[in-house]
């Protein structure tokens, strides 16, 4: 354990537990401060990974997230929010704890210390694909399985942890490690760990996504409008890059069943859905490569 970074004693909230209560607030937000400072300094290996993450889905592969307890449900939580906001496949990005479905809500006692579980659970790789394995201390054997497996299929790999001594960065292919210290209540790395995870896993997600053409400028340009408020937002997306009125906006996206893209190409390039959608697939669906040369970039 003397290894394992997140398991030590953090001197700075030793009295916790007699602090008034804003106190202990703010003991934990000055912790949390150093989150983003950890994460900077792990920018350029979060710059290889999301590289090697979009040239992988360009080759048709997918992304899986493997962990255990917190790393496992922060996985699953990012790869969640992948269809709904770049539309997506959800077997284009999948989240895997150890344990299964019902370790979401429940701890599995066990799954992170079973080697050959991890093995299991990684058969669904290819060597197209790239499996991240998610974990704080960096030594759950279950992950240890995974990146065997991995291995086996010359599956691309890569570990985020907070343990550059942990096995994962051993083993895994590239690593990712933002090194926090010690948590403010001690192992508990559902704090600062968890905090940097979910930091970096949003950088893996978006920033691959952005690679592979799925915004325009900072627009979420292949959203799903699925409830009122995205339908609002996609109108005023079309409205902001078409530069037409809302009702303009509005009527584009009704003729091509709330397509971003068709609707913004029919209107700049003046074509029907049908021929807009052909466009953008002849384009591999990058707005800015197809409209380039129509708008101001």
Same mark, same amino acid.
């Given at each position: 354990?003397?290894?394992?970074?997140?398991?030590?004693?953090?001197?700075?909230?030793?009295?916790?537990? &007699?602090?008034?209560?804003?106190?202990?607030?703010?003991?934990?937000?000055?912790?949390?401060?150093?989150?983003?400072?950890?994460?900077?300094?792990?920018?350029?290996?979060?710059?290889?990974?999301?590289?090697?993450?979009?040239?992988?889905?360009?080759? !048709?592969?997918?992304?899986?997230?493997? !962990?255990?307890?917190?790393?496992?449900?922060?996985?699953?939580?990012?790869?969640?929010?992948?269809?709904?906001?770049?539309?997506?496949?959800?077997?284009?990005?999948?989240?895997?704890?150890?344990?299964?479905?019902?370790?979401?809500?429940?701890? %599995?006692?066990?799954?992170?210390?079973?080697?050959?579980?991890?093995?299991?659970?990684?058969?669904?790789?290819?060597?197209?694909?790239?499996?991240?394995?998610?974990?704080?201390?960096?030594?759950?054997?279950?992950?240890? !399985?995974?990146?065997?497996?991995?291995?086996?299929?010359?599956?691309?790999?890569?570990?985020?942890?907070?343990?550059?001594?942990?096995?994962?960065?051993?083993?895994?292919?590239? %690593?990712?490690?933002?090194?926090?210290?010690?948590?403010?209540?001690?192992?508990?790395?559902?704090?600062?760990?968890?905090?940097?995870?979910?930091?970096?896993?949003?950088?893996?997600?978006?920033?691959?996504?952005?690679? &592979? !053409?799925?915004?325009?400028?900072?627009?979420?340009?292949?959203?799903?409008?699925?409830?009122?408020? #995205?339908?609002?937002?996609?109108?005023?997306?079309?409205?902001?890059?078409?530069? %037409?009125?809302?009702?303009?906006?509005?009527?584009? #996206?009704?003729?091509?069943?709330?397509?971003?893209?068709?609707?913004?190409?029919?209107?700049?390039?003046?074509?029907?859905?049908?021929?807009?959608?052909?466009?953008?697939?002849?384009?591999?669906?990058?707005?800015?490569?197809?409209?380039?040369?129509?708008?101001?970039?």
């Amino acid at each position: 354990m003397s290894d394992i970074i997140t398991e030590y004693r953090n001197e700075n909230t030793k009295d916790i537990d &007699i602090l008034p209560t804003i106190e202990i607030v703010r003991k934990m937000n000055n912790e949390d401060k150093l989150v983003a400072l950890a994460v900077e300094d792990e920018a350029e290996h979060i710059a290889d990974a999301i590289d090697l993450i979009a040239k992988q889905f360009l080759k !048709g592969g997918r992304l899986f997230y493997f !962990g255990a307890g917190t790393s496992g449900r922060l996985g699953i939580l990012d790869a969640s929010e992948c269809p709904p906001t770049f539309s997506v496949s959800p077997d284009m990005v999948q989240g895997i704890i150890a344990g299964g479905d019902r370790a979401m809500r429940k701890s %599995v006692e066990g799954a992170e210390d079973d080697f050959d579980l991890g093995k299991e659970d990684a058969k669904v790789l290819t060597d197209k694909d790239v499996a991240v394995v998610i974990s704080a201390s960096g030594n759950p054997k279950y992950l240890l !399985g995974v990146l065997a497996q991995a291995d086996e299929v010359n599956c691309k790999t890569i570990a985020v942890t907070c343990n550059s001594k942990g096995r994962v960065a051993e083993e895994a292919g590239l %690593v990712i490690c933002a090194e926090v210290g010690p948590e403010v209540i001690a192992g508990s790395s559902r704090l600062k760990a968890g905090t940097a995870q979910k930091m970096i896993l949003n950088m893996l997600t978006t920033g691959s996504m952005i690679k &592979i !053409g799925k915004t325009y400028e900072n627009f979420m340009i292949d959203l799903q409008a699925v409830n009122e408020k #995205l339908k609002d937002r996609a109108i005023r997306i079309v409205a902001q890059i078409a530069d %037409v009125t809302h009702s303009e906006a509005l009527a584009a #996206l009704l003729k091509c069943n709330w397509e971003i893209k068709t609707a913004i190409v029919s209107i700049i390039m003046k074509m029907d859905v049908d021929t807009a959608r052909s466009e953008l697939k002849k384009h591999g669906g990058v707005l800015r490569k197809l409209i380039k040369t129509k708008l101001a970039v």
